[in-house]
């Protein structure tokens, strides 16, 4: 009993640091319909920044996510004015196989860059938890279960909110409304994928935390994000929260009852389940 | 005077909108049945549920006699339904010919095995509806008249027993609306029985031995073309609507 | 007739190439295969898969499984390894298929992802180790069969072109609802067509398996294939029926040219080729041949133009 209580616990704060990993590309997909492939190679970009923040100027993953959270802003701010603005219009395929390459791009350059090498963020802390009860909280799944849930809360304030936040839902819905409202598109496009990569900069900052980050885990996590947006649903921002929580208790239970290499066959399963059974995803409205 | 459609009772509700509110009427052989109504009233929902791109949230819907409102589109299109797209949505990266090919290809019956014979029947079917010249053209490079008349060229390819026509004469002016009335009257003389849906009262006025009129999703009037315009209910439901 | 002297051409490779060009001859045939058969549910259904590494793998474990655990001949091995793609196709297209064109996506790239984990933990094919199959070393041999491969995956594209079923294909790919009220069953077509793709890849795989001599299970369910099989289809042309052949072996000819500097070279060649060309050639090589003539280079502008935001 006491190990299913564990178990229910890992995974709770597991579905944390899910719902933030997702919720940039739900955000990206949800408003602009676009479907980014890359995702998760820019939650490993955003890994990899906050591992060099950390090593060579000494700065705490978890104080330091702004900063990596700024820098992938601009990144993402960049690739939608520069390239992804470019093909908004063509059918969505063209959008797959685009955000495909820079998969594959972003992949490609960090194995020259990086190297294959393994690495984790480990600050002096990341070894301490804090028991309640007989269940264990690791103190970095703690915080990055706690940061991913102030993140995700935030975006759905801001997005419900906030005149940018309704700008950018408005700008998503029709473009020549937004344009008569003297509203950029193109900025606000660039704007919100800028967000978009910023969150999945932050996440992958949390992830380098509780795991181990090396240029080759993009595709999964692209995968995983996915079935994370898609079983919470794209039209609540909440979804995420959902989602994740049910994937990484998912996983967490398949792990401990029936197998490790089981709880990614689980989470497929799930996602091709909801596609079939509720595309819309357990929050969303009913088809 | 057999029916070929018979809508019994059917209702379409789409999240708390009810699009169709238990509509019956019949669609009698080798007539054509003009049906009207203000903007969204539900006429195009009943063609799709006809046609079966949606299902009836209730009721039933027969075809000479028998009940299809569980088989899907393309079993309905084999037995001899077809349909025009309001919003003309043809097969944009092929030619007009294949446009019209694909409705001989799968057509009533299973349609033709052969592209040979397909093409000739598509053929037929575009000097029939009068776009024999524009036959190698690529589909999205028509005009909106034009495409109107491939819309209707492609369902009569699938050598339907009911054709539906989902306004085929909107934003057409007054001699292609003639053109048009012509093209459905010829289809009636083959034996097709056709259901027209139109905004354009003064064609569908003429065109039409019988007239149901639709408004929020309910049946309000049923019969005779000159009864049913001149019905009190009817004109208050276009009242202030634009009229031809 | 000049399609008759290519294949004649490259047929007599092995006689006058040398050993590493025969190589790279069987892997570049066998991608064109990859992209041929991507080319029937991707170019002419209109369902993207960014899956069918999945049947590559399957065709692999096929041959090995038949040959090394059962001892069966080659062909009986190619048999089994099609029999799995198929009846796979046909028990994940049929939920599958249902998708909208990005889920179903989404739900072929989730699908590659798990293969390998799944088939690592299948004791018959060996788990995490893989297999090892008989050695054959007569590489003309197996460049002989991927070019007999390509020529029937071509030849079976080329049919559809001219078939009810191909048109049925077409018109599910321009307008699927359009399609099904003229009487297209969509949902066995589109099924049949992920079948076929299917069982292309699966030989690819399988003849691919024997010449290697061993595979694992993520070697055998290769992500990459993916976006290789991808590009080359789309940048030759999907959709027309020499389109990927073309993309497949001046893809390949390139990537070999650049990537004998660095060997990661590769890689991002393939994703840099996949974002420029969809951005400034969406339609593919075919398209920007027809059109070049009349329009320059404004060609390319003019693409970029009609989807800019």
């Avoid at chain 3, 995956?153 to 080329?158: I, K, N, P, Q, S």
């Avoid at chain 3, 694992?216 to 369910?221: N, Y």
Wanted: proline share 3%; with cysteine; hydrophobic share 55%.
């Amino acid at each position: 009993m006491d190990l299913l209580a564990q178990v229910l616990v890992n995974g709770m704060l597991l579905g944390g640091l899910y719902a933030v990993m997702a919720l940039g590309l739900a955000l990206v997909w949800g408003v602009l319909n676009i479907v980014n492939l890359a995702h998760g190679a820019f939650i490993m970009l955003g890994g990899y920044l906050s591992w060099y923040l950390y090593t060579y100027a000494g700065i705490d993953p978890f104080l330091g996510l702004p900063l990596t959270a700024v820098v992938m802003f601009a990144v993402g701010y960049g690739v939608q004015r520069g390239l992804l603005n470019l093909i908004v219009r063509a059918p969505m395929f063209n959008t797959l196989l685009v955000t495909f390459g820079i998969e594959v791009v972003l992949t490609y350059l960090a194995q020259l860059a990086f190297s294959a090498d393994f690495r984790t963020i480990n600050p002096s802390y990341v070894g301490d938890s804090i028991a309640l009860g007989t269940v264990v909280l690791p103190v970095s799944r703690l915080l990055a279960f706690g940061i991913a849930i102030l993140l995700t809360v935030s975006m759905w304030l801001f997005l419900l909110r906030t005149r940018l936040g309704r700008a950018i839902r408005a700008t998503a819905q029709n473009l020549v409304a937004a344009r008569l409202y003297g509203v950029e598109p193109r900025h606000l496009y660039a704007m919100t994928f800028g967000i978009g990569i910023a969150l999945a900069g932050a996440a992958g900052g949390l992830y380098g935390t509780v795991s181990q980050i090396n240029p080759y885990i993009g595709a999964a996590l692209t995968a995983k994000s996915f079935a994370i947006s898609i079983i919470g649903g794209l039209d609540n921002p909440l979804g995420v929260i959902v989602g994740g929580l049910f994937l990484g208790i998912l996983e967490s239970l398949t792990a401990l009852y029936i197998g490790s290499t089981f709880s990614d066959v689980a989470s497929f399963g799930v996602l091709v389940l909801v596609l079939i059974v509720r595309p819309t995803g357990l929050l969303g409205k009913a088809a | 005077m057999t029916a070929m459609l018979e809508i019994s009772h059917v209702t379409r509700r789409f999240e708390g909108l009810v699009a169709v509110d238990d509509v019956s009427f019949m669609l009698l052989r080798g007539e054509i049945l003009g049906l009207i109504g203000p903007n969204g009233a539900g006429k195009s929902t009943l063609v799709s549920l006809i046609s079966g791109t949606l299902a009836p949230s209730s009721g039933d819907i027969l075809f000479e006699g028998r009940s299809i409102v569980r088989l899907p589109a393309y079993r309905r299109a084999r037995l001899g339904i077809g349909r025009t797209f309001q919003i003309m949505r043809p097969f944009p990266g092929l030619s007009v010919l294949d446009n019209v090919a694909v409705g001989a290809l799968f057509g009533r019956g299973g349609g033709q095995v052969q592209m040979s014979k397909a093409r000739e029947q598509a053929r037929a079917q575009l000097d029939f509806v009068g776009l024999a010249k524009n036959i190698d053209q690529r589909a999205d490079e028509l005009g909106g008249p034009g495409r109107k008349r491939l819309e209707l060229a492609k369902a009569l390819a699938m050598k339907p027993k009911v054709l539906l026509c989902d306004e085929v004469m909107a934003g057409l002016n007054q001699v292609e609306i003639e053109d048009v009335i012509e093209v459905i009257r010829k289809v009636r003389n083959e034996g097709v029985s056709v259901l027209v849906i139109e905004h354009v009262i003064k064609a569908i006025r003429s065109l039409s031995d019988r007239l149901l009129v639709l408004n929020h999703g309910v049946k309000i009037a049923e019969g005779d073309p000159g009864r049913v315009l001149s019905n009190q209910t009817v004109v208050e439901a276009y009242l202030g609507k634009r009229r031809a | 007739m000049l399609l008759l002297a290519a294949i004649a051409v490259l047929a007599a490779v092995p006689w006058f190439g040398s050993d590493v060009l025969i190589q790279f001859g069987i892997n570049a045939l066998l991608l064109a295969v990859l992209a041929q058969g991507w080319n029937v549910i991707g170019g002419y259904a209109g369902y993207a898969s960014f899956g069918n590494s999945v049947f590559y793998g399957l065709g692999s474990y096929g041959v090995a499984i038949a040959m090394a655990q059962w001892q069966l001949p080659f062909g009986g091995g190619l048999l089994f390894g099609a029999a799995l793609a198929a009846v796979f196709a046909v028990l994940i297209g049929i939920p599958v298929l249902r998708l909208r064109g990005h889920y179903f996506a989404i739900a072929t790239l989730a699908l590659a992802q798990v293969m390998a984990a799944i088939v690592s933990n299948v004791k018959l094919a060996g788990r995490n180790v893989g297999l090892v199959l008989p050695p054959l070393n007569n590489d003309p041999l197996f460049y002989e069969l991927s070019l007999l491969l390509l020529v029937l995956a071509t030849l079976t594209v080329y049919w559809l072109t001219r078939s009810r079923f191909g048109f049925g294909l077409i018109a599910i790919r321009e307008n699927e609802e359009g399609a099904a009220v003229m009487g297209v069953n969509t949902t066995l077509y589109k099924t049949v067509a992920f079948a076929i793709s299917g069982v292309f890849s699966a030989l690819a795989g399988g003849i691919h398996a024997y010449w290697v001599t061993f595979i694992d299970p993520e070697s055998a369910f290769d992500i990459g294939l993916n976006v290789k099989m991808i590009i080359m289809a789309v940048f030759g042309g999907p959709g027309t029926v020499f389109g990927p052949v073309v993309g497949a072996l001046s893809l390949s000819a390139l990537s070999e040219l650049l990537s004998s500097e660095i060997t990661s070279l590769a890689g991002l060649f393939f994703g840099v080729v996949v974002v420029v060309a969809v951005v400034v050639m969406p339609r593919g090589l075919a398209d920007v041949l027809r059109r070049f003539r009349c329009m320059g280079w404004r060609y390319f502008a003019e693409n970029i133009r009609s989807h800019q935001l």
